[in-house]
């Protein structure tokens, strides 16, 4: 097998310097661009911490070092992402968990839900049709029913040892003393075009000009430091009922220009739920010696185990195991593979409570035989966009919904001294949110995942249009891989970045098991796929004669910056290795 080394890797970004243009206005990601830091790669023997943020991971260090799970190390984390990471995650939104105790492996999920006040027309505008994102994002409509906390209290109850209260400390102490506020959240802040607006937002992100805070300014939130303190002692209900929730509802609902419909009942009855995870084989091809492994991601609501699964299970039935990321013929094939899926993602995938999966199975769509019909559809010119395909041969009874906007994540992974091993992806959607602050956090924005348009042109219902108590539909991949034979652990890894988090993470699972990487080398990897329209190539990284070879087949290229964030552990014979995106400020740590 030809393995592509960091000598090719060097070489190509090396050869596209300075020759492309500037990223199209139309294809705007989650987050802002803001640097690009080498990244040497991590290895370890007893435990490891990979998230977005190096305060973060150092406390979901001291958890493990204390002799706390993963588990009690991913509530630390998160809590300390909620202040070091405003923009991307936080106790106002929510969070999907994949949770692997040495046995068996359990989803935690914890999707926000649509308030039951609202129906299919929130984003019907009073001309009738759709509104824009940006009408729509800032403000309380888009504000669905937080839940990561109840998702974290469920889990911890189940595999935590450390005391629920004690996760609390280091972001309490950080809230209270203040953290240096970084470079990313610095350019993020400054671009930002709705966040000023909010009066609480703006006290405490910027100044009297409206200018952000500059590089390494001691930034404090004691409102958050007195919320996290309630939690710690009350448990989650602290946040779903009493005078934190109010002031949620207050501000979600008396919002000037663009309320939403949140209630303290639908606080209150959030439930956080436990799932089955969503696991395929994989055996690459031409790979020595051959290995099977059982990748496990996120079940619906999340739409990215199955769009991963059949992107990895149509390319191994192409060319493309033959072929090195070298190779322009690769990108073609992966592109359609990703076409094919993204198609029949967006007529069959949503929430199961409120939608049945084709023939009864959510498999069905990663069965063998229908993804080897949909491998025939891939020809030697690109078919540009795909259509859904049927494996049931019932009719649906709805409608695709047209690929719009999705935005900000952080993703971390842990694994931990007792032969546990986690994946989680959390968010608050769009880059801060909804824009909301309340007591020194930020409120999601995650309704506006789902379709803005509720029926197609002929009355068919959406899949993903929004209804009351739903969980809109997400891209999230928290992805575990196992030796298929063993039943051991190979990986734990993930990635932020709307849609294009299912292509950043089949790229990592591509790289390492296909093409043998380490997971630094996997992460650097240029990043590309498609959403059924063009060709996505991450601006600045790709040789010119690659952009031409994919021209050449038929392909529609848009040169854009695609802001991974990367997480991933793998684990070795001598331990573990670990790798972080070099586009954010992720770190790995651990013994």
């Given at each position: 097998?030809?393995l592509?080394?960091?000598?090719l890797?060097?070489?190509?970004?090396a050869?596209?310097?300075?020759t492309?243009?500037?990223?199209?206005a139309?294809?705007?990601?989650?987050e802002?661009?803001?640097g690009?830091?080498v990244?040497?790669?991590?290895?370890?023997k007893?435990?490891?911490?990979?998230?977005?943020?190096?305060?973060?991971s150092?406390?979901g260090?001291?958890?493990?070092?204390a002799g706390?799970?993963?588990?009690d190390?991913?509530?630390?984390?998160?809590?300390?992402?909620?202040?070091v990471?405003p923009?991307?995650?936080g106790?106002?939104g929510?969070?999907?968990?994949?949770?692997?105790?040495?046995h068996?492996?359990?989803?935690?999920?914890g999707?926000?839900?649509?308030?039951?006040a609202?129906?299919?027309?929130?984003?019907?505008?009073?001309?009738?049709?759709p509104m824009a994102f940006?009408e729509?994002?800032?403000?309380?409509?888009?504000?669905?029913v937080?839940?990561?906390?109840r998702?974290?209290?469920?889990?911890h109850a189940?595999?935590?040892?450390?005391?629920?209260a004690?996760?609390?400390?280091?972001?309490i102490?950080?809230?209270?003393?203040?953290?240096?506020?970084g470079?990313?959240?610095?350019?993020?802040?400054?671009?930002?075009?709705h966040?000023r607006?909010?009066p609480?937002?703006?006290?405490?992100?910027?100044d009297?000009?409206?200018?952000?805070?500059?590089?390494?300014?001691?930034?404090?939130?004691?409102a958050?430091?007195?919320?996290?303190?309630?939690?710690?002692?009350?448990g989650?209900?602290?946040l779903?009922?009493g005078e934190?929730?109010?002031?949620?509802?207050?501000?979600?609902?008396?919002h000037?220009?663009n309320p939403?419909?949140l209630s303290?009942a639908?606080?209150?009855?959030?439930?956080?739920?436990?799932?089955a995870?969503?696991?395929?084989d994989y055996?690459?091809?031409?790979?020595?010696?051959?290995?099977?492994?059982?990748?496990?991601?996120?079940?619906?609501?999340?739409?990215?185990?199955?769009?991963?699964?059949?992107?990895?299970?149509?390319?191994e039935?192409?060319e493309?195991?033959?072929?090195?990321?070298a190779d322009?013929?690769w990108?073609h094939?992966?592109?359609?593979a990703?076409?094919?899926?993204?198609?029949?993602?967006?007529?069959y995938?949503g929430?199961p409570?409120?939608?049945?999966p084709?023939?009864?199975?959510?498999?069905?769509?990663?069965?063998?035989?229908y993804?080897?019909?949909?491998?025939?559809?891939?020809?030697?010119?690109?078919m540009?966009t795909?259509?859904?395909?049927?494996?049931?041969?019932?009719?649906?009874?709805?409608?695709?919904?047209?690929?719009?906007?999705?935005h900000?994540t952080?993703h971390?992974?842990?694994?931990?001294?007792?032969?546990?091993?986690?994946?989680?992806?959390t968010?608050?959607?769009?880059?801060f949110?909804?824009?909301?602050?309340v007591?020194?956090?930020?409120?999601?924005?995650?309704?506006t995942d789902f379709s803005?348009?509720?029926?197609?042109?002929?009355g068919?219902?959406?899949?993903?249009?929004v209804?009351p108590?739903?969980?809109?539909?997400?891209?999230?991949?928290?992805?575990?891989?196992?030796?298929a034979?063993?039943?051991e652990?190979?990986l734990?890894?993930?990635?932020?970045?709307?849609a294009?988090?299912?292509?950043?993470?089949?790229?990592?699972?591509?790289?390492?098991?296909?093409?043998?990487?380490t997971?630094?080398?996997?992460i650097?990897?240029?990043?590309?796929?498609?959403?059924?329209?063009?060709?996505?190539?991450e601006?600045?990284r790709?040789a010119?004669?690659?952009v031409d070879?994919?021209?050449q087949?038929?392909?529609?290229?848009?040169e854009?910056?695609?802001?991974?964030?990367?997480?991933?552990?793998?684990?070795?014979p001598?331990?573990?290795?670990?790798?972080?995106?070099?586009r954010r400020?992720?770190?790995?740590?651990?013994e």
């Open positions: 097998m030809k592509l080394g960091l000598a890797l060097a070489a190509l970004s050869a596209a310097c300075g492309l243009p500037p990223p199209s139309d294809t705007r990601q989650p802002g661009p803001s690009h830091t990244q040497a790669g991590w290895q370890g007893r435990f490891a911490v990979a998230t977005a943020h190096p305060l973060a150092a406390a260090l001291e958890m493990l070092k706390g799970t993963a588990t190390a991913a509530v630390a984390v998160q809590m300390v992402l909620t202040l990471e923009q991307s995650s106790i106002g929510g969070a999907f968990l994949l949770h692997f105790d040495g068996r492996t359990v989803a935690f999920d999707r926000e839900t649509a308030p039951a609202v129906g299919e027309s929130l984003f019907t505008g009073a001309d009738g049709k940006s729509a994002v800032a403000g309380g409509r888009s504000v669905g937080p839940g990561a906390v998702m974290l209290e469920m889990a189940e595999y935590g040892k450390l005391p629920w004690t996760l609390f400390d280091p972001a102490r950080l809230a209270e003393q203040g953290f240096p506020v470079a990313r959240l610095r350019v993020l802040l400054e671009t930002d075009p966040l607006r909010d609480v937002a703006a006290a405490y992100f910027y009297r000009e409206g200018q952000p805070p500059a590089v390494g300014t001691r930034l404090r939130n004691p958050l430091a007195t919320v996290l303190r309630r939690i710690a002692n009350e989650a209900r602290a779903y009922t934190i929730a109010q002031a949620v509802v207050d501000k979600v609902r008396g000037v220009g939403g419909a303290m639908d606080m209150a009855d959030y439930r956080a739920k436990r799932r995870p969503m696991c395929s055996t690459p091809k031409n790979v020595e010696p051959v290995r099977r492994y059982r990748i496990c991601g996120f079940p619906p609501p999340s739409s990215g185990a199955i769009a991963i699964a059949q992107i990895l299970g149509i390319l039935r192409t493309a195991p033959a072929l090195t990321f322009p013929a990108l094939y992966y592109s359609e990703a076409r094919l899926a993204f198609a029949d993602r967006a007529r995938l929430d409570d409120f939608v049945a084709p023939a009864g199975d959510w498999r069905s769509l990663i069965d063998p035989v993804l080897a019909d949909r491998a025939r559809l891939i020809g030697a010119r690109s540009r795909a259509v859904p395909g049927s494996p049931a041969p019932a009719r649906t009874v709805h409608a695709p919904m047209a690929e719009q906007p999705e900000g952080s971390v992974s842990i694994v931990d001294g007792y032969g546990n091993a986690l994946a989680m992806t968010t608050i959607e769009d880059a949110g909804s824009r909301q602050m007591n020194g956090f930020l409120l999601n924005n995650e309704l803005f348009a509720s029926r197609d042109a002929s068919l219902p959406v899949t993903n249009r209804e108590g739903k969980r809109p539909r997400s891209s999230m991949s928290p992805t575990l891989v196992f030796d034979d063993s039943g652990l190979v734990s890894g993930g990635s932020p970045g709307g294009m988090i299912i292509h950043y993470t089949a790229k990592l699972l591509y790289a390492l098991l296909n093409w043998q990487m997971p630094q080398q996997a650097d990897l240029p990043n590309f796929g498609s959403v059924n329209g063009p060709t996505l190539l601006a600045g790709f010119p004669s690659v070879a994919l021209r087949r038929g392909h529609e290229i848009k854009v910056d695609l802001n991974s964030g990367l997480q991933a552990i793998r684990k070795d001598a331990g573990y290795m670990g790798g972080a995106d070099p400020e992720g770190k790995v740590v651990g």
